[in-house]
């Protein structure tokens, strides 16, 4: 198969050129979120090593593409459109869902022998304490309430609403495909794991984030940066350092 680059790949954003990195960090968005909620990761990482996003389907360019409400098939889409991109060491880093999806996409790598040279968890419980929460199941209105109470998803989006009418639908699918995710509590990778999560996320314990390590036989490490479930928008050098110090000691 010859390769194709990220413009040419309907499920790969990239926003920086990296032509010398060895490395790719590939990032997967939170429930309604998008591929451009890493362009100031991206930002800070590049041209260290190259970062994509994934874009999920039913939101920016994709708007008009049916959303999927399946954990893992999001993951099969992701190990997919990974298939033909030039060949590169690859980090995976997911936020809150992003996260899980991550984590599947891994596995299914790691099942075919191109294990991740790294897996980065943020703002999302360990695979082995599901969810017991159902907001996918709410109304329009109380949906949108949670949504709006999280604050990931782009304020003119929730205040337009005639955007708002063709991207609810992805919101309710992301939450479903989120909210009745499960995999087997002993499931482990052999990558690396870190876990990133924010000192003022109402919605996750410490202990959430430290049961990551009985889902990895290699290393693992957790670390605690300021701020609520989207630490991330007021913490991306810091991250972005976090990441580097742990992908290689020359961040290549």
């Keep these: ?41 991206s930002a800070a990482l590049s041209p260290a090593v190259e970062v994509c996003a994934v874009q999920y389907p039913g939101r920016g360019e994709r708007i008009n593409e049916d959303p999927v409400n399946s954990l893992e098939a999001l993951a099969d889409h992701v190990v997919d459109a990974l298939a033909p991109l030039p060949g ?12 899980a999806v991550a984590f599947e996409v891994a596995r299914r790598l790691e099942a075919r022998g191109d294990t991740p040279a790294a ?3 943020s703002s999302r419980r360990a695979p082995s304490r599901p969810r017991a929460e159902r907001f996918h199941l709410l109304s329009d209105i109380e949906l949108l309430k949670e949504v ?5 998803t782009d304020s003119g989006v929730l205040a337009d609403d005639s955007v708002l009418s063709l991207f609810l639908p992805a919101i309710r699918s992301d939450f479903t495909a989120s909210e009745t995710y499960s995999c087997r509590p002993d499931s482990a990778l052999t990558c690396p794991v870190s876990a990133f999560f924010g000192d003022q996320d109402r919605d996750l ?48």
């Design 1 to 41: 198969m010859s390769a194709v680059e990220p413009e040419h790949n309907a499920w790969i954003r990239r926003f920086h050129q990296a032509p010398e990195a060895r490395t790719r960090v590939l990032c997967l968005p939170h429930a309604g979120g998008s591929a451009s909620s890493f362009y100031s990761l």
């Design 88 to 99: 590169r060491r690859l980090v995976l880093f997911g936020h809150s869902m992003g996260a």
């Design 119 to 121: 897996l980065f968890v």
């Design 148 to 152: 709006r109470r999280l604050n990931g």
């Design 205 to 252: 314990t410490y202990d959430d984030l430290e049961a990551w390590q009985d889902h990895t036989t290699g290393d693992f490490d957790l670390t605690v940066f300021p701020g609520g479930h989207f630490y991330l928008g007021d913490q991306v050098a810091a991250v972005a350092q976090a990441v580097l110090t742990r992908i290689q000691p020359d961040g290549r």
